[in-house]
C-alpha cells in the first residue's frame, strides 16, 4: 500500500460517482492510506475557473473546439500541480473524471477528432494514465429520474453540458463503453442503477486488480 495509485470514475451524468468517490475515500483513509481528492475540471484554483466557464457560460459560451481547449488546459494545470506531486509521495489520488470523459464527450459527443484529442491528451497528461478507471454505467432512464430529483432538491438548475441534449448524451455512453472494450485491463464497468451499497461492493472489489 506504499506506492502510489491513481485511480478515476468515469460515468455519464447522474450516475452517482460523487458517492462511490467518497466511499472510496474513506474506505482507504481507514487502512492508512493518505488519499488525494479531486475533480475534472477543477482541483486547482485556475481549474476551477476554467470549470466556471465552461460549464456555466451561456454568453458567448465556448464553441466545441474552445471547450475541448478549456478541458486540456484544466487537466494540464491539475496533473503538473496536483495529481503527480501526490503520486510522488505515494499518496493515492482518486479523480471525479479525466481524460476518458474528453473523449467520451468531446470526441463521442461533440463529434471532434479521437485522434486529435488522444495525441492532445497525452500531452496534457504528461504521458500520466490512471492505474484504474471504474465506469458507473447507468440506464438513461434511471439517469433521467436521478437528474430530476436532484434539480428538486437543490433547486440548482442543470449546467450547459447536462442540458445538450439525449442524442449527446446517447453517443457519449456509446463512446464510455468503446473506451472499456478498447482497454479491459485498466477499466473496470460497474452496473451502478442499484442502490449506492450495492455498487459501491462492486467497486470495492474492482481494487483488487491493483492491490
Not at 26 to 46: C, D, I, Q, Y
Not at 94 to 109: E, N
Not at 148 to 164: F, L, M, N
Request: aromatic share 6%.
Amino acid at each position: 500500500m506504499s506506492s502510489g495509485k491513481f485511480i478515476t470514475f468515469e460515468g455519464g451524468e447522474c450516475c452517482g460517482k460523487s458517492t462511490q468517490v467518497k466511499l472510496l475515500r474513506e474506505a482507504l483513509e481507514k487502512e492508512g492510506v493518505e488519499v488525494v481528492l479531486t475533480r475534472e475540471p477543477g482541483g486547482t484554483w485556475l481549474s476551477e475557473q476554467i470549470r466556471t466557464l465552461i460549464k456555466d457560460q451561456d454568453e458567448d459560451a465556448p464553441c466545441d473546439r474552445a471547450e475541448l481547449l478549456l478541458f486540456l488546459a484544466a487537466r494540464a494545470q491539475l496533473v503538473k500541480n496536483v495529481i503527480k506531486p501526490a503520486l510522488a509521495r505515494g499518496a493515492w489520488v482518486i479523480s471525479d473524471r479525466f481524460s476518458d470523459s474528453t473523449l467520451a464527450y468531446q470526441g463521442y459527443g461533440r463529434g471532434l477528432s479521437l485522434e486529435v484529442i488522444s495525441i492532445a491528451n497525452d500531452f496534457a497528461c504528461e504521458g500520466l494514465k490512471p492505474d484504474l478507471t471504474i465506469l458507473l454505467s447507468v440506464d438513461p432512464s434511471v439517469a433521467s429520474s436521478r437528474m430530476i430529483g436532484r434539480t428538486a432538491a437543490t433547486k440548482v438548475p442543470e449546467d450547459r453540458i447536462e442540458r445538450a441534449g439525449g442524442e449527446f448524451h446517447s453517443r457519449l455512453r456509446r463512446g464510455f463503453a468503446e473506451i472499456a472494450n478498447a482497454e479491459p485491463w485498466r477499466v473496470v464497468t460497474v452496473d451502478a442503477n442499484g442502490t449506492p451499497e450495492k455498487v459501491w461492493e462492486e467497486v470495492w472489489t474492482s481494487l483488487k486488480r491493483i492491490r
